[in-house]
């Protein structure tokens, strides 16, 4: 048996006509928001102190949560993967025996660092404020009512 290959052009039932956000403002996809947040901690830092260590403190300083260093270094090489960092190994800034790998922000990196920012800004600036309401419309429905036995038979659990 073989499969019927979809016709092209055709729309998945679960795919929307409209495209998404970031492509309707021309842009690429946004990075996600740890990448966002270590892209703009290796602008923060700048090209001398941008390795994972310093990378990692300076993110649990700014998010006060903490963040596992692990995680950072697996999105460093997925950011650099898809070239938007580059790296080079330098002596470490301590002065002990050991290397450190720097990281930069490429050309391609900034691009995407100043569309991911003004994606975000623009999402934040359609959600409204803590407190705010939408302006739609709801119908308060009351729970429905339970008879007195059917909570006897549960609390007994028969």
């Known amino acids: 048996m073989t499969k019927a290959s979809p016709t092209v052009g055709a729309q998945r039932p679960h795919e929307t006509s409209a495209p998404p956000l970031y492509r309707r ?4 996809k946004p990075l996600g928001t740890f990448a966002f947040e270590v892209m703009k901690a290796i602008m923060e830092l700048g090209p001398k102190k941008s390795y994972g260590l310093n990378i990692n403190e ?21 950011l650099k993967e898809q070239g938007f960092l580059k790296s080079k190994v330098v002596p470490a800034p301590s002065g002990k025996r050991h290397m450190v790998v720097l990281y930069k922000i490429t050309k391609a990196g900034a691009e ?38 059917t909570r006897r038979t549960r609390a007994r659990g028969t």
């Not at 403002?25 to 690429?28: K, S, V």
């Not at 596992?68 to 090489?77: C, F, G, K, M």
Request: glycine share 4%; no cysteine.
């Open 112 to 149: 995407a660092l100043a569309a991911s920012r003004a994606f975000y800004n623009q999402l934040a600036d359609e959600t409204p404020a803590k407190g705010e309401t939408t302006h739609v419309e709801t119908e308060t429905v009351a729970p429905p009512r339970r008879s007195p036995t």
């Open 58 to 78: 300076h993110l649990m300083n700014k998010l006060r949560a903490i963040v596992d260093l692990a995680q950072v270094y697996v999105t460093l090489r997925r």
């Open 25 to 28: 403002r021309g842009g690429h």
